[in-house]
Nanobody
Framework: QVQLRQSGGGLVQAGGSLTLSCLAEGIQSSINTMGWYRQFPGTQREPVATISSEGTTNYTDSVKGRFTISRDNAQNTMYLQMNSLKPEDTAVYYC??????????????WGRGTQVTVSS
């Protein structure tokens, strides 16, 4: 199984920036799509941004132009650069990855989540 280790997050003032990182740890795994999701209190987890193994990106409308997702395939690491943060970005952010272990067995993994709090 692939484990995702998140880092980054924390408290920032509105207009500030934060960077989230997600390291995928596993043995002989090929990773397809990676993504960042967030969950507001009392709501379902929702996608923020995704990136394919080829680098194709998708963003939810509310973060377009402010957030940038990227990945380093050689390091099995994904990033989310968050600029111009707003109080409404306050949420728990989760990283996600799917792919194949040993090129055969599919996996679907989540990070533990990290709190991002934007103060007004």
């Amino acid at each position: 199984q692939v484990q995702l280790r998140q880092s980054g997050g924390g408290l920032v003032q509105a207009g500030g920036s934060l960077t989230l990182s997600c390291l995928a740890e596993g043995i002989q795994s090929s990773i397809n799509t990676m993504g960042w999701y967030r969950q507001f209190p009392g709501t379902q987890r929702e996608p923020v941004a995704t990136i394919s193994s080829e680098g194709t990106t998708n963003y939810t409308d509310s973060v377009k132009g402010r957030f940038t997702i990227s990945r380093d395939n050689a390091q099995n690491t994904m990033y989310l650069q968050m600029n111009s943060l707003k109080p409404e970005d306050t949420a728990v952010y989760y990283c996600h990855a799917d792919g194949l272990v040993y090129g055969v067995s599919p996996f679907n993994s989540w990070g533990r989540g990290t709190q991002v709090t934007v103060s007004s």
